[in-house]
Nanobody, 118 residues
C-alpha cells in the first residue's frame, strides 16, 4: 500500500520560511512526477509545484520565485521550500504522487496545515 506522509507545516509570520517534507513508502514501481497541492478554506485544490524524477519542475504562478520543490529519489522524499510567505499562502498542503504537470495522481498524503499571519 502506497503511503505519503507530510511534515513541516506550522504557523509563521509573513515573510518567514517553512520547509515541507513528504516521504513516500510502499512503492512497487518508481514514481515520475511528485507534486505539492494546496487547498484553502472555500477554495479548490490547486497545484503549487511539481517535479519529475529527473528534476524538471513546474510551479503555480502564485508561488513562482518564492517556493522551490526538490526531491531525493533514493529516499523517496520530496521537499517544498517556502520563502517569503504571505497570508494568502495559508492552506492545507498535500503531497501527491503519480500524476503529471497538469493533473494530480492517485496517491495523496493526509495534508499539513500552513498558516501565515500578517
Amino acid at each position: 500500500q502506497v503511503q505519503l506522509v507530510e511534515s513541516g507545516g506550522g504557523s509563521v509570520q509573513a515573510g518567514e520560511s517553512l520547509r515541507l517534507s513528504c516521504v513516500v513508502s510502499g512503492l512497487i514501481f518508481p514514481i515520475n512526477v511528485m507534486a505539492w497541492y494546496r487547498q484553502a478554506p472555500g477554495k479548490q485544490r490547486q497545484l503549487v509545484a511539481a517535479i519529475t524524477g529527473r528534476g524538471k519542475t513546474n510551479y503555480g504562478d502564485m508561488v513562482m520565485g518564492r517556493f522551490t520543490i526538490s526531491r531525493e529519489n533514493d529516499a523517496n522524499t520530496v521537499y517544498l521550500q517556502m520563502d517569503s510567505l504571505k497570508p494568502e499562502d495559508t492552506a492545507v498542503y498535500f503531497c501527491n504522487a503519480g500524476g503529471d504537470f497538469q493533473s494530480p495522481g492517485y496517491h495523496w498524503g493526509q495534508g499539513t496545515q500552513v498558516t501565515v499571519s500578517s
